[in-house]
């Protein structure tokens, strides 16, 4: 390999432009050095944060979010697992030309070297200033990019952060980093589609259901009642049949702080609740998933799109694609 000067600095490490003995240009990914003890350390500290959080602050028991965040820091230490889940991902969107992710390159890769063949684009943030169309095509492509893989194969990329998406003159999408990939059993799919059937239809007893297969425990009314706020809010913009953007009129700066807070202070009454582990990362790549849409201004029938990617749920089939994909 022969290395550029070109990079791109993660917490774990660095990514270099190289290019082979073929003349093929090259992603290489190296770890920094002891990595796994400074990532034990870090978690360290955070369970005792999560510690003195739990003694000063009722409304929320974070032990499990600790042990999730532990879960999936020590998988993006493993180099290989990552180009297990690149390869997964080629399974799961090989159907969606307009994203574009990229190969392995199995025989310069290790533990702690990642390589990868390069795939050019620009950062998503220089296409804001774009036509309306253009951001609209843009966010419905980064929608199917994070929905097809749930609602087929139960598996997410729990990192949406705006530096792990590049864009192409064509305005189609580069998805980079495998690092955070989160699959589910089957059954949280089911869960997640439950509530929101729940939420459309007023059905109670329905979004009870979801919860619990989600992991919640001891649901009482009140319970019930604080985390429906929350949930309508992550869910609004697809419980909506129109166009429209992930706001819809609230200042991005403000957007889901009246909720947070409302929730928060239900909470320390009602509380603690414990968020399950699945459901952790689940929340944080939905909400990272809406700031984007949020940077792009997008406009967008998000219900008309959702509703295009749940049309064939099927918890056999997904079990079935999930078992399939892995194997391969």
Known sequence: LHSFPTRRSS??????KAVDKKGRDLACKLQYPDMSSAVEADLAQLRILFSLYRRMDRAIDPSEVA??????????????????????????????PSVHVPEVVSELSTGRLLTMTWITGKPILEFKTRSLADRNRIAETMFRAWWHPFSHYAAIHGDPH????????????NL?????????????????????????KNDNALAVHAYETWGFKDLRKELIEALNIW?????????????????????????????????HQLLKQLGPVKPPREFVFMDRAAIGLGAVFLH????????????EEIADFSLADVTK??????ET
């Open 11 to 16: 917490d774990l490490g660095q990514v270099h």
């Open 67 to 96: 042990d999730e965040v532990g879960a999936r820091l020590r998988e993006e230490l493993d180099y290989r697992r990552e180009a297990s889940h690149i390869a997964l991902y080629r399974i799961m969107l090989a159907n969606t």
């Open 162 to 173: 705006l530096g792990n998406y590049t864009i192409r003159e064509n305005l189609d999408l």
């Open 176 to 200: 980079l980093d495998y690092g955070c990939i989160r699959t589910f059993r089957p059954q949280f799919v089911e869960g997640v589609i439950s509530l929101y059937t729940a939420l459309l």
């Open 231 to 263: 949930a309508r809010f992550i869910y609004a913009p697809m419980l909506d049949d129109r166009v429209r953007t992930v706001a819809d009129g609230v200042e991005p700066s403000a957007y889901g702080r009246k909720e947070a807070f409302q929730v």
């Open 296 to 307: 792009l201004q997008a406009e967008m029938n998000f219900y008309k799109f959702f509703n």
């Open 321 to 326: 694609r999930q078992k399939k994909a892995f």
